[in-house]
């Protein structure tokens, strides 16, 4: 009943301030965590690390052209979730994902769908700048090479640049794309990663904490960079700042434990909270 | 000390107090590493010089000059090589002392002067015909005995009887000192020729390649076999019970004593499968059961030093495992490989035990020309030698343990220059 009542409400897309919030005992998802035409889907996701349930029974729709944003205390499972969502968790020893997620309607969990195929659908961005201990450009080229998306030099060259110039980093770069990667400051370096995930033209990208290592300048580069990039890919990011939150997605959702607690419009969750949960955490009370 | 305003006394005060006792025992703590270090160097300096006093006379070596008269007679018409070149080194020593006229003093006077001349003699000729008809003054080396003498192994005060060389060969060999018939010369012999019995005449040369032989086998069977062991168990294998098995066992086979792989390679190599004895190959064998286990253990450890960043970049690209591994973790891994491996290769180079087993240990005067050549190792030579009554063997061996130590020494310094070289900071 309760649970109608504030779908009700979210639906009028105004929000309005909800007097009565959800008890911090309810573990259920409130809010509406599907969208329409979304360009993934999750549904009841488990997983386990050995015995330990990490993430319960989640659903979660990824819409088209949008930043989500994953937020949390520490341990909540958000990093887990979008591990999920490229497969990346297949590298963890004794880790179990059950459920179902789809990729444009594909069960991305098939056991006919190549792993390799997916992650080249869906890049990752890391916590902490990871460039190939390479050049610049061979950061870039990697993936269309391994990929085989590009049949010659000048075109290679090309998707380069295209991709340095989406992550605004084409300016700064451009006279030493043979220097080592590893050279740069952290925020050029994180910007590389992002160049390198766009250059193999995927469809969603996933950020876990992109800027937790990186001073409030460079924050602020990727943050418009993540918006301008909105314009061609789905993205998904993890973050524990809240006011990136609110300043880079559209659609929000708060993990608890495991348990998908609240998911809405960014606006709404960070000013009308429907959980007493959520509340607690974008008020400071606890994370 | 002043106490707080609550009574109790300020931490400043207590640390103040504790801290002369800290910095005693840290003094104490730097003096012990200082004196361990001092300790270790002086048993290593006390070795080299030993090894170096008793070894660097084995560098130079004695030789005797003869005015070899080449008669043209003799030498018109038979075969070069049937001729009694002993005979001609007599007759040069009969002209220099016309005065030894017994025959047991002609024999003493003939032991003054290596056995190996006459072949030199064949050899120089060989190699310049003009010499016949005419008096050439030649050098040749002197026997092991005027050698030791000269470079003062022997007392020459001792009762003779003591001596291996008495006192008539004395005045001999101090007569030719005093006609500048006796000198000392770079012992290039030592390392180019092979094994010997005579000491003045046994070289290094054939062990040295009986060892790069062994070596090279070594290197081509067990890098391969570690590197493809290290990366599968480390990247791929799924961590288990039957895996774990594999890890201990491997640990194992890096501890087992070398002379187990001797006997293993002895039953194995030798009696089952027929192979030759004393041969480079079946060393290699041996020496490679040796080394891989060496080798897969410091692979596993370089490619867990590669930091999982680098993996999840390019797993999140989209490369496959074994792209990952190729391209970017095995790279990076590449330089702690090489080091495990040269080290690996270093101690193979000096391990003699296993060798022993498979027949090595032979007296080998030839030089092995390959693989399945009947040959000797450096540590066996050394061995060898070390074995052998005569007195210039002692030179001999510990020159032969400076050159093992050279070549220790050189793939070291590779080992350590190669991580320098590719390391990566990341």
């Given amino acids: 009943m309760e649970q109608a009542l504030i779908r009700e409400s979210t639906g009028r897309q105004s929000p309005t301030l909800v007097s009565r919030r959800v008890s911090r005992d309810n573990r259920q998802t409130v809010g509406d965590p599907f969208v329409a035409d979304p360009r993934m889907t999750c549904r009841n996701v488990n997983v386990y690390y050995g015995d330990k349930r990490a993430i319960k029974n989640v659903s979660l729709d990824v819409g088209r052209n949008e930043v989500i944003a994953m937020i949390g205390p520490s341990g909540c499972g958000k990093s887990t979730f979008i591990r999920c969502l490229n497969r990346m968790n297949d590298t963890i020893e004794g880790c179990r994902v059950t459920g179902e997620i789809t990729l444009d309607g594909q069960n991305i969990y098939d056991s006919g769908l190549d792993v390799v195929a997916l992650r080249a659908q869906v890049g990752m961005v890391f916590q902490k700048p990871n460039p190939f201990p390479k050049s610049i450009y061979e950061n870039i080229a990697y993936g269309?090479?391994?990929?085989?998306?590009?049949?010659?030099?000048?075109?290679?060259?090309?998707?380069?640049?295209?991709?340095?110039?989406?992550?605004?980093?084409?300016?700064?770069?451009?006279?030493?794309?043979?220097?080592?990667?590893?050279?740069?400051?952290?925020?050029?370096?994180?910007?590389?990663?992002?160049?390198?995930?766009?250059?193999?033209?995927?469809?969603?990208?996933?950020?876990?904490?992109?800027?937790?290592?990186?001073?409030?300048m460079a924050t602020a580069i990727i943050e418009d960079l993540i918006d301008e990039l909105r314009q061609h890919y789905s993205i998904v990011i993890v973050t524990h700042s809240m006011q990136q939150a609110s300043r880079v997605s559209q659609r929000t959702a708060f993990f608890h434990l495991g348990d998908l607690i609240e998911v809405g419009a960014t606006s709404q969750v960070f000013t009308n909270p429907l959980h007493e949960l959520t509340e607690d955490y974008i008020t400071g009370r606890f994370g | 000390m002043t106490p707080n305003a609550n009574g109790s006394p300020r931490t400043i005060d207590i640390v103040n107090r504790s801290l002369a006792r800290r910095y005693l025992s840290e003094r104490r703590f730097r003096m012990c590493g200082l004196a361990a270090i001092t300790a270790s160097l002086l048993f290593l300096c006390v070795l080299l010089f030993t090894i170096g006093k008793n070894g660097y006379t084995a560098f130079q070596q004695t030789v005797i000059r003869l005015d070899v008269h080449f008669d043209?007679?003799?030498?018109s018409s038979q075969d070069l090589n049937a001729l009694d070149y002993q005979d001609l080194i007599r007759s040069s020593l009969q002209r220099l002392f016309p005065e030894v006229e017994d025959r047991s003093e002609q024999r003493m006077l003939r032991a003054l002067v290596s056995s190996g001349a006459a072949f030199q003699?064949?050899?120089?000729?060989?190699?310049?015909?003009?010499?016949?008809?005419?008096?050439?003054?030649?050098?040749?080396?002197a026997s092991d005995e005027v050698d030791m003498v000269m470079k003062g192994h022997f007392k020459r005060t001792a009762p003779e009887?003591?001596?291996?060389?008495?006192?008539?060969?004395?005045?001999?060999?101090?007569?030719?000192?005093?006609?500048?018939?006796?000198?000392?010369?770079?012992?290039?012999?030592?390392?180019?020729?092979?094994?010997?019995?005579?000491?003045?005449?046994?070289?290094?040369?054939?062990?040295?390649t009986g060892s790069f032989f062994t070596l090279l086998v070594t290197l081509v069977l067990s890098f391969p076999i570690g590197v493809a062991s290290a990366v599968y168990l480390e990247e791929f294998a799924p961590r288990n019970r039957l895996t774990d098995l594999i890890e201990v066992n491997i640990n194992n086979l890096a501890a087992v004593p070398s002379i187990v792989f001797g006997l293993l390679g002895l039953s194995v190599f030798l009696n089952f499968f027929q192979m030759p004895r004393s041969a480079p190959v079946v060393g290699g064998l041996v020496l490679t059961l040796m080394t891989f286990p060496t080798i897969i253990i410091a692979g596993r450890a370089a490619l867990k030093s590669v930091p999982p960043s680098i993996r999840e970049a390019a797993l999140g690209v989209g490369a496959s495992k074994m792209q990952t591994v190729v391209h970017h973790v095995l790279p990076l891994a590449f330089p702690g490989i090489l080091t495990g491996t040269i080290i690996g290769m270093a101690r193979a180079l000096g391990e003699t035990a296993p060798l022993l087993m498979i027949g090595m240990v032979a007296f080998i005067v030839d030089i092995p020309r390959g693989f399945t050549d009947p040959s000797t190792a450096l540590p066996v030579q050394i061995y060898l030698w070390a074995d052998s009554p005569e007195r210039a063997f002692v030179e001999k061996t510990s020159a032969a343990i400076m050159v093992l130590l050279a070549f220790m020494i050189l793939m070291n310094s590779a080992a350590i220059y190669l991580r320098k070289r590719f390391e990566r900071r990341w």
């Fill in chain 2, 121 to 141: 003699l064949q050899e120089s000729v060989a190699q310049d015909p003009s010499f016949i008809g005419k008096t050439i003054p030649l050098w040749f080396p």
């Fill in chain 1, 144 to 216: 269309p090479r391994i990929h085989g998306l590009v049949d010659s030099k000048a075109a290679l060259d090309e998707l380069v640049e295209n991709s340095l110039k989406k992550a605004g980093l084409w300016d700064e770069v451009k006279d030493r794309l043979h220097e080592p990667g590893t050279g740069l400051s952290g925020g050029q370096q994180q910007r590389l990663c992002i160049a390198r995930a766009i250059a193999v033209s995927p469809e969603v990208i996933l950020m876990d904490e992109p800027c937790s290592a990186l001073d409030p």
């Fill in chain 2, 72 to 75: 043209e007679e003799q030498f």
């Fill in chain 2, 161 to 208: 009887e003591e001596r291996p060389i008495n006192d008539l060969q004395l005045q001999w060999i101090d007569r030719l000192a005093a006609e500048n018939r006796i000198a000392f010369r770079f012992n290039k012999g030592f390392f180019t020729s092979g094994d010997s019995r005579e000491p003045e005449l046994a070289g290094i040369w054939g062990a040295t």
